[in-house]
């Protein structure tokens, strides 16, 4: 973990996830009746959780729609959702100037091109280990683990050990 990203990571107030490639495998499972299905990593549940009690705001930004995010969202208590919205860039303005908080305040984790407007913008733009090139070459940081298989735990832990507060996250667990 560079100093560089510790010391990005000490202002953030918001950590913003994509959901497909990220929260997820990437891979979009359809069933014969039109319906949908994703799979979640448990690891990335908890470090979101441990970020929101540490006083961290979250938020999902996604560029599809699907009941299944609202309540993987809904479950870890994530308290913006923004489901169907291309333009995250847009979004992420809307929800600045609700919250009051500057981009520097924000952290971000995507995988692909219509993340990278906002990964080039924040405080802490980063890209999981299996984003494409392009995003990867433009991210404050890359993750070690790739999208849906702790990337997100990675980042979370990142902002908590740049804030002084990993160690105690933990500790609670003990």
Same mark, same amino acid.
């Given at each position: 973990?560079?100093?560089?990203?510790?010391?990005?990571?000490?202002?953030?107030?918001? =950590?913003?996830?994509?959901?497909?490639?990220?929260?997820?495998?990437?891979?979009?499972?359809?069933?014969?009746?039109?319906?949908?299905?994703? $799979?979640?990593? $448990?690891?990335?549940?908890?470090?979101?959780?441990?970020?929101?009690?540490?006083?961290?705001? $979250?938020?999902?930004?996604?560029?599809?729609? $699907?009941?299944?995010?609202?309540?993987?969202?809904?479950?870890?208590?994530?308290?913006?959702?923004?489901?169907?919205?291309?333009?995250?860039?847009?979004?992420?303005?809307?929800?600045?100037?609700?919250?009051?908080?500057?981009?520097?305040?924000?952290?971000?984790?995507?995988?692909?091109?219509?993340?990278?407007?906002?990964?080039?913008?924040?405080?802490?733009?980063?890209?999981?280990?299996?984003? =494409?090139?392009?995003?990867?070459?433009?991210?404050?940081?890359?993750?070690?683990?790739?999208?849906?298989?702790?990337? =997100?735990?990675?980042?979370?832990?990142?902002?908590?050990?740049?804030?002084?507060?990993?160690?105690?996250?933990?500790? =609670?667990?003990?």
């Amino acid at each position: 973990m560079s100093d560089d990203l510790l010391q990005r990571g000490k202002h953030i107030k918001l =950590a913003v996830f994509d959901v497909d490639g990220v929260l997820t495998d990437g891979r979009l499972y359809f069933l014969e009746d039109g319906s949908e299905f994703k $799979t979640f990593n $448990t690891l990335d549940g908890q470090g979101i959780k441990m970020l929101m009690a540490a006083g961290v705001q $979250t938020a999902i930004i996604s560029g599809r729609k $699907t009941p299944v995010v609202e309540r993987r969202a809904k479950n870890l208590g994530i308290p913006h959702l923004y489901q169907g919205r291309e333009d995250k860039l847009v979004v992420l303005d809307e929800l600045l100037g609700q919250l009051n908080l500057s981009y520097e305040q924000v952290a971000y984790l995507g995988d692909d091109l219509p993340d990278l407007p906002v990964i080039r913008r924040v405080g802490l733009g980063m890209a999981v280990a299996n984003a =494409a090139s392009f995003v990867r070459e433009h991210a404050h940081g890359i993750t070690q683990a790739r999208g849906g298989e702790g990337a =997100a735990r990675e980042f979370c832990e990142l902002i908590l050990r740049a804030q002084g507060s990993l160690d105690a996250a933990n500790a =609670a667990y003990l």
